[in-house]
């Protein structure tokens, strides 16, 4: 049996952070005078912060000068930021430990594959930091979500091959990524939203230690 690696994604996976992209997104884009739905917003999840605004832009037929789009993103950032300062430990979504532990306790792979430049700062605020055997994060890659880069990075920082990975996602993008990844994906949410996904789970609650054993034996 080879060792199984387990990356994580890390907002709407680990911590409930995508509500905070959420509201800092929206807040922007209405300065802007765009407003966009929360059904627009899952677009948002995954992807990088450039990205995501180039979409909001779009989103609003709105163009804007380098300087103005540098200028947005840092607001957004800012305001982002200023959720983030308030986190703590109790923000780690259920079950998440439970999860963790059992998977370090079978001496298997853990890694942390995440779009988001932010990603040691949020770790630190909830005190996960030191858990993983390998962090990649939006400093490490340059092509965003759903192309697999961070997940295939997080493979080989493991060094276990991609088909022995198993990928926790909130996002389209990012089950799309670990598809591409040739990894197992699994979709933490909503079942209609994340259908391209191996496993769908509304939450860690729902995983089971039978389940996650099978992954481990497979
Ligand atoms: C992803 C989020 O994890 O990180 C996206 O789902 C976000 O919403 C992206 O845009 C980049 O994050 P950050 O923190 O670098 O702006
Ligand atoms: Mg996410």
């Given at each position: 049996m080879s060792k199984k690696g387990f990356i994580f994604d890390l907002d709407g996976v680990i911590v409930?952070?995508?509500?905070?992209?959420?509201?800092a997104w929206k807040a922007l884009a209405k300065s802007i005078g765009i407003d966009f739905s929360v059904e627009q917003n899952e677009q948002l999840k995954g992807v990088s912060r450039v990205r995501s605004l180039e979409k909001?832009?779009?989103?609003?037929?709105?163009?804007?000068?380098?300087?103005?789009?540098?200028?947005?993103?840092?607001?957004?950032?800012?305001?982002?930021l200023s959720y983030i300062s308030q986190m703590g430990e109790s923000e780690v979504l259920p079950d998440v430990p439970r999860i963790i532990n059992s998977i370090i306790k079978s001496k298997q792979g853990i890694a942390l594959g995440s779009a988001s430049k932010n990603a040691r700062q949020i770790l630190k605020k909830v005190s996960l930091l030191g858990v993983f055997d390998a962090i990649v994060d939006g400093n490490d890659v340059t092509k965003a979500k759903p192309d697999p880069e961070v997940f295939l990075k997080g493979a080989e920082a493991l060094d276990i091959k991609p088909e022995h990975c198993i990928v926790f996602e909130?996002?389209?993008?990012?089950?799309?990524?670990?598809?591409?990844?040739?990894?197992i994906s699994i979709g933490i949410g909503d079942k209609d939203v994340l259908h391209e996904a191996d496993y769908i789970y509304k939450d860690f609650t729902e995983l089971s230690p039978e389940f996650l054993e099978t992954l481990i034996k497979r």
């Open positions: 409930d952070t995508a509500k905070y992209h959420f509201l909001i832009l779009a989103w609003g037929n709105k163009t804007i000068s380098n300087e103005q789009f540098t200028t947005l993103m840092q607001k957004k950032n800012d305001e982002y909130d996002s389209v993008a990012g089950i799309q990524a670990a598809n591409v990844a040739n990894m």
